[in-house]
């Protein structure tokens, strides 16, 4: 293997996206940054803590996994979200108008909190802090690239910021700009999607109960509909149904609104005294045909968007982010493009990746199947789980995002990854 030499280069790693996973992943990198690599982040949008930040960190809520709090919290950034941070202490998952349900509890798996809730521009503005206060990280932003190319022996991107134009060569750029990605688009990485016929209208309602930090996820016959608990006793609604159900419910004046999820959800949970600003996405599973290839990863939304149904794509990401890191921080700064290097983290990551993006898939197809027998099937085997110690413990810390998983990071580890490694999913509700 041949190392260039670390001076004819522009930069050692280019991340091109300032979202939740490329931050993310350029404060995993400290350590690297630490021992002199050049990193740049890269985004078409200022990097800023304030209540106007990109379009990502908006007032749409995720659910963090506790795997993926505790990774925040080793970050540094957890701090700052905390207390606008609702924990989920108990999950419900069930079926509409039918038997069966499985509930999950977090004193019984010993943890304060199973996952949390949090706005995305409270997620946002934390890890923006935590980017602004990263000695050696350059952030190039507002800034959009233009054109990718892979010549031998690096990636050279053509940076467009303002009135000025420049190519800039790397050793590596991680691709991290969403499901529509221009990066893979540039290099000939197909996104292929798989339409769900779905749409998710999602919302903040308030309760005039209190909501004790529960999670809910009712299974309907035309998709998922999840109760996300939030601070100031509120739920983030995400309501999964077909395009042509979404078209009408777009319509509803809020008062018929209202009545008609109060109805989807019943009155067990209390009723709601407010709704908030209701917000449509269509729903589909986007995978990139390549997430590695010489000086380059694809990472996030670009590499794998996910079916909302068990709040899996940012915990996903984010464990792809943490493996691919540690894989970088073990090699020389020389060989961080290498593809045999970016093979070993895909490697790694292939299990985890495949067994989370297969129940977020198979869940809502499965739970949509119509007819008595399948109905009676899904009752029985949540039932089952329900009652079954050993089932709903392993299950509880899928939820967790605990089992297995690359090591916890710690700044001043020697960071070292077994291709061997043990990988898990989880599902945040």
């Not at 008595?372 to 039932?383: E, I, K, N, P, Y």
Request: charged share 15%.
């Amino acid at each position: 293997m041949t190392v260039t030499p670390h001076d004819t280069f522009d930069y050692d790693l280019v991340i091109v996206g300032g979202g939740m996973v490329g931050a993310s992943l350029a404060l995993l990198l400290k350590p690297l940054i630490h021992k002199g690599a050049k990193v740049a982040l890269v985004d078409r949008f200022p990097i800023q803590t304030s209540q106007h930040q990109q379009p990502s960190f908006d007032d749409r809520t995720t659910a963090l996994s506790l795997g993926t709090q505790r990774l925040l919290e080793q970050l540094g950034v957890w701090q700052t979200m905390a207390a606008h941070a609702c924990p989920i202490e108990h999950i419900q998952v069930s079926q509409q108008k039918q038997f069966g349900r499985v509930r999950l509890h977090a004193h019984e798996a010993h943890v304060p909190a199973m996952g949390y809730v949090a706005e995305n521009r409270v997620i946002g503005a934390a890890l923006s802090a935590g980017l602004m206060s990263l000695n050696g990280l350059e952030l190039i932003a507002p800034a959009n690239i233009t054109r990718y190319q892979i010549q031998p022996g690096c990636a050279q991107l053509t940076l467009e910021q303002g009135d000025t134009t420049r190519d800039i060569r790397s050793r590596l750029v991680v691709i991290a700009d969403g499901a529509q990605s221009e990066g893979c688009a540039q290099l000939g990485i197909a996104q292929p999607k798989r339409d769900y016929e779905q749409t998710a209208v999602v919302c903040n309602i308030s309760m005039d109960r209190p909501h004790d930090a529960w999670a809910y996820e009712r299974f309907t016959q035309e998709g998922p509909l999840a109760l996300l608990p939030m601070t100031q006793n509120r739920f983030a609604v995400v309501w999964c149904m077909s395009n042509a159900s979404a078209e009408t419910v777009k319509a509803l004046p809020d008062d018929v609104f209202l009545a008609r999820l109060q109805q989807a959800i019943s009155y067990d949970k209390g009723r709601i005294t407010r709704v908030g600003e209701r917000h449509q996405y269509p729903l589909a599973l986007v995978q990139a045909s390549e997430q590695v290839r010489q000086h380059v990863v694809v990472l996030g939304n670009a590499a794998h968007a996910l079916h909302p149904v068990a709040g899996q794509g940012f915990n996903l990401a984010l464990r792809d982010t943490q493996a691919l890191a540690h894989v970088l921080m073990a090699q020389p700064i020389g060989s961080i493009g290498d593809l045999t290097v970016l093979a070993e983290y895909q490697a790694q990551q292939q299990r985890d990746q495949a067994l989370t993006i297969g129940l977020s898939h198979g869940l809502p197809l499965s739970f949509t199947q119509p007819g008595a027998a399948w109905s009676v099937l899904r009752g029985v085997a949540m039932t089952v789980m329900d009652v079954a110690p050993t089932a709903k413990q392993l299950f509880t810390r899928q939820a967790m995002g605990l089992v297995g998983g690359v090591p916890s990071w710690r700044p001043s580890q020697k960071q070292t990854v077994s291709s061997t490694q043990a990988i898990a999913t989880e599902k945040s509700v």
